[in-house]
């Protein structure tokens, strides 16, 4: 294995983060072809140089780099969704029949408001989203 980039203990450049990262890739390629990486707490010049030059590209991408957070859609309100689908209805109507506000209701879907033990009995009754479901996701 040919090191490089030994002389450097930081990133600063886009450039450099490029040639950096794709030195990472090559490492981890070979180290993959030559069973460096067999083993879960494998301890050998490629981990070490994989986790050397690894930790530079996370310390530039926390610097330098935005990402926006990924957002993902509670199981229970995929669930609540799929239902007022079904039923061809929309939140309005979905609040009336829970009811409770619509504002409420809302908030629910939209992860900001926790689901009450009320809600919970009126999700399952009314709506007959799976008990399991609303325990887990609420």
């Known amino acids: 294995m040919e090191k490089k980039f030994i002389d450097i203990t930081e990133i600063h450049t886009p450039e450099l983060f490029k040639q950096v990262s794709e030195y990472t890739d090559v490492l981890i390629d070979e180290a993959t072809t030559n069973g460096s990486l067999d083993e879960q707490a494998a301890n050998n010049e490629y981990t070490r140089e994989i986790g050397r030059v690894g930790r530079m590209c996370a310390d530039y991408e926390s610097m330098y780099m935005k990402f926006e957070r990924v957002k993902f859609k509670s199981p229970l309100v995929v669930s609540i969704e799929k239902e007022m689908e079904k039923r061809h209805i929309k939140q309005r109507q979905t609040a009336v029949l829970l009811d409770v506000k619509e504002s409420t209701f809302s908030q ?17 009754k009314e709506l007959n989203i799976d008990p399991g479901l609303i325990l887990e996701f609420s």
């Open 108 to 124: 629910i879907m939209t992860g900001k408001r926790a689901v009450s033990m009320r809600m919970a009995k009126r999700l399952y």
